[in-house]
């Protein structure tokens, strides 16, 4: 079944701690986005469906009831009309994968960040008659929100238009239809701020002739969606870099600087950062304190190794002197094969003890390293 909006509130501002110490903090100042969304008019604008071309779906008939027991995904439904549009060939890889990557790429900016970004997935989009029953609905293929909690969705995935606040950004995957001609008029005229239509490299047998890959990012400016080389909501991430992203089988270092990039600038406007993000928070206390064992071992090693040096170089005095250049000659070509500070020690008390420099170089010559 399709699931029902409710209007409830949710505070506006979290400062503390969230979810084990993750910082929520919610800026002053409204995103570009959010001026974008305070623009648009609460009574959303009903299109003529019969003038919108929904390539690659199948319509079929479909009445509220129908509506209300339909468990499946589709493109539109409408009431008056009691019409649904369902893409003919259903999900697959090629189309699912950028919905999964974008929700993948938006965790590790979030992290970044120092605080949650929330991705609703395949969101129901609804504008409801005064009863609240569904006049027409649309499903989005995925649904980022920077600020959880502006999504103001309680209980399930249902956007009420005109009621709820809008997605910072909105997905759409063309695959074997095309936003162009259809859904594209609708987010336009109901007000959403940023739409990203991607176009798989990946190229599905009955794509439209003509739909070449590549993510194309709608902005609404006064009410009318423009082309742009960049994404408002994640300032300087720019369309090609995002189709990059979302078509690598694995991250490439190219797209981790951009999306460490993205994290910090989006930190930056609400004072939050990687210490903020418990896992960054923890990993980063372990690597520091491997980091201060390791300081630890490398520092006794590097100690122990200047002390055999100093110590060797003793010897060697203090043999001169008693034993002259001669025999402290030799015992320096001995002493290069003693390597610890216990033999070293020893060589010395039989210094102090021995009668002849020939006990001196036999101790010296048994306690070399074998």
């Known amino acids: 079944m399709a699931p029902r909006s409710h209007n409830k509130s949710l505070p506006g501002s979290f400062d503390k701690a969230y979810n084990g110490g993750m910082a929520i903090t919610e800026s002053r100042e409204p995103t570009p986005s959010q001026r974008a969304q305070a623009k648009q008019p609460a009574e959303p604008v009903m299109l003529d469906l019969s003038q919108l071309d929904f390539v690659g779906c199948e319509a079929i008939p479909m009445t509220?009831?129908?509506?209300?027991?339909?468990?499946?995904?589709?493109?539109?439904?409408?009431?008056?009309?009691?019409?649904?549009?369902?893409?003919?060939?259903?999900?697959?890889?090629?189309?699912?994968?950028?919905?999964?990557?974008?929700?993948?790429?938006?965790?590790r900016i979030a992290a970044v960040r120092g605080s949650p970004i929330m991705c609703y997935g395949a969101m129901t989009l609804m504008v409801a008659d005064a009863l609240g029953e569904p006049r027409r609905v649309m499903q989005a293929d995925q649904t980022l929100y920077l600020d959880l909690f502006r999504a103001n969705l309680i209980g399930d995935r249902a956007l009420l238009v005109g009621t709820h606040n809008f997605p910072d950004v909105?997905?759409?995957?063309?695959?074997?239809?095309?936003?162009?001609?259809?859904?594209?008029?609708?987010?336009?005229?109901?007000?959403?701020?940023?739409?990203?239509?991607?176009?798989?490299?990946?190229?599905?047998?009955s794509r439209p002739a003509g739909r070449a890959s590549g993510?194309?990012?709608?902005?609404?400016?006064?009410?009318?969606?423009?082309?742009?080389?960049?994404?408002?909501?994640?300032?300087?991430?720019?369309?090609?870099?995002?189709?990059?992203?979302?078509?690598?089988?694995?991250?490439?270092?190219?797209?981790?600087?951009i999306l460490e990039r993205l994290g910090r600038t989006l930190g930056m406007r609400i004072g939050t950062g990687p210490d903020d993000d418990p896992m960054i928070r923890s990993l980063r206390r372990e690597s520091e304190q491997q980091g201060l064992a390791k300081g630890r071992a490398e520092g006794i090693e590097q100690g122990r190794a200047e002390g055999i040096v100093q110590g060797r170089a003793m010897l060697v005095r203090l043999t001169t002197r008693r034993f002259g250049a001669e025999t402290a000659a030799a015992l320096a070509g001995l002493l290069e094969g003693v390597g610890s500070p216990e033999s070293l020690a020893e060589i010395g008390e039989r210094l102090v003890d021995c009668e002849t420099s020939v006990e001196l170089l036999d101790c010296a010559e048994r306690l070399q390293d074998r």
């Open 215 to 257: 993510l194309t990012i709608h902005l609404l400016e006064e009410g009318t969606y423009h082309v742009s080389s960049e994404s408002r909501a994640f300032p300087g991430w720019r369309a090609q870099d995002i189709h990059r992203a979302f078509n690598e089988i694995v991250p490439s270092p190219h797209t981790h600087a």
């Open 170 to 205: 909105t997905l759409e995957v063309d695959n074997t239809s095309d936003t162009r001609r259809s859904k594209l008029q609708l987010y336009e005229t109901w007000g959403f701020p940023e739409l990203w239509v991607e176009v798989p490299d990946v190229r599905a047998p």
């Open 64 to 107: 509220l009831e129908q509506y209300h027991r339909f468990e499946g995904r589709l493109e539109v439904w409408d009431a008056e009309l009691k019409t649904a549009w369902i893409v003919r060939d259903g999900p697959a890889p090629a189309h699912e994968s950028p919905t999964q990557r974008l929700a993948g790429l938006a965790e």
